[in-house]
């Protein structure tokens, strides 16, 4: 699987941030917890979530998800 960070919307990266924040913290993202973090509504998140899985950058995990490949850096 490539991984085009181009092919991310500015949501997908602002959620994906927030991903790596939790998975730093928590060791993996919880649903409740990403659209608190990204003050996004939670069908928005969902969506950005599925985006960030189709391209590798976000793997389900149990019941969150966790960081997949990234080749590119985030601040969080």
């Known amino acids: 699987m490539t991984h085009d960070v181009q092919?991310?919307?500015d949501v997908d990266i602002h959620v994906y941030e927030a991903v790596a924040s939790q998975a730093?913290?928590?060791?993996?993202a919880?649903?409740?917890?990403?659209v608190r973090a990204?003050?996004?509504?939670?069908?928005?998140?969902?969506?950005?979530?599925?985006?960030?899985i189709e391209?590798?950058?976000?793997?389900?995990?149990g019941d969150g998800?966790?960081?997949g490949a990234h080749t590119f850096e985030v601040e969080y």
Do not use: D
């Open 38 to 52: 990204s003050g996004l509504t939670e069908e928005q998140v969902r969506e950005c979530i599925a985006h960030l």
């Open 30 to 34: 919880s649903l409740a917890g990403l």
């Open 24 to 28: 730093v913290e928590h060791g993996e």
């Open 7 to 9: 092919a991310l919307s």
């Open 65 to 67: 998800y966790a960081l």
């Open 55 to 61: 391209h590798g950058y976000v793997l389900p995990r």
